[in-house]
């Protein structure tokens, strides 16, 4: 049984002046859902991630959250539709601690006070749910390796249980091990209900953990694949625009 939407994106079209970023892009994320958007670069990807996160508004075009018609005017207006993202350069303050980071500015208080027993509290059932491995919640994030500081994101992403999660680019400049530590990540976020929007240039890490892979080539969709039953060769010609080469059977 195929399951709706949580989010739709119709005919959405983007310009940058004269440059068209952006055209006539359809796509669909149900929960439960891992949607890989591919591309090469300057294909749209991360204006489309700008989009879906209300950092920039479409010339046209319409976004539907669960069946609803919205206006994506601003991030703080697509976090309270329940759409969050997290950003390549995961926007974390270095000198601040992990509780820290994943309540700046959404603190909890109790009266004038701040519940920091309450915040970290909320931190560590939010990272065990993640299976993140994180020594201290009191420790600077300054200490935390790539794969961990990826957690912190996501788990701050997390707060206030939204329905979708656009990831941009998570597995940039990882090194093996923190990479397989972020598609586990991905995975258990699809595993507990979530939408999950998984913009990457990485291949490998795309037929890891993709149940769909969409492909942006010069701003338009070129291609809606099934992760299981796609091949790399026609993902990769949807990308490039150039046909696969078919091998025949017999001599090579």
């Given at each position: ?18 440059v ?100 970290e ?45 656009v ?13 397989a ?39 338009r ?18 990308i ?13």
């Open positions: 049984m195929t399951r709706p939407p949580v989010m739709s994106l119709r005919g959405i079209t983007h310009s940058f002046g004269a068209r970023a952006l055209i006539d892009v359809d796509l669909d994320v149900s929960a439960h859902e891992v949607v890989a958007v591919v591309g090469d670069n300057g294909a749209g990807k991360s204006t489309l991630v700008g989009v879906m996160a209300g950092a920039l508004v479409p010339d046209a075009g319409e976004v539907v959250v669960d069946g609803r018609e919205v206006r994506l005017s601003s991030p703080g207006l697509a976090r309270q539709l329940g759409i969050a993202t997290v950003f390549q350069d995961l926007a974390l303050c270095e000198d601040l601690d992990v509780v820290e980071n994943l309540f700046l500015g959404q603190e909890l208080r109790r009266g004038p006070v701040l519940d920091e027993v309450a915040m509290r909320e931190a560590l059932r939010l990272l065990a749910q993640l299976s993140a491995r994180v020594t201290s919640v009191r420790g600077p994030v300054s200490g935390l390796s790539g794969g961990q500081r990826q957690a912190v994101a996501v788990a701050r992403a997390l707060l206030g249980e939204p329905r979708v999660l990831l941009d680019e998570p597995t940039a400049a990882l090194g093996i091990t923190q990479t530590e972020v598609l586990n990540l991905v995975e258990r976020v699809r595993d507990r209900g979530y939408g999950v929007v998984l913009v990457s240039q990485n291949m490998a890490d795309v037929q890891a953990v993709a149940d769909r892979v969409v492909v942006l080539r010069r701003g969709v070129n291609g809606d694949f099934d992760a299981e039953t796609a091949s790399y060769e026609d993902i990769i010609a949807a490039t625009g150039i046909a696969p080469t078919r091998r025949r059977g017999g001599v090579s």
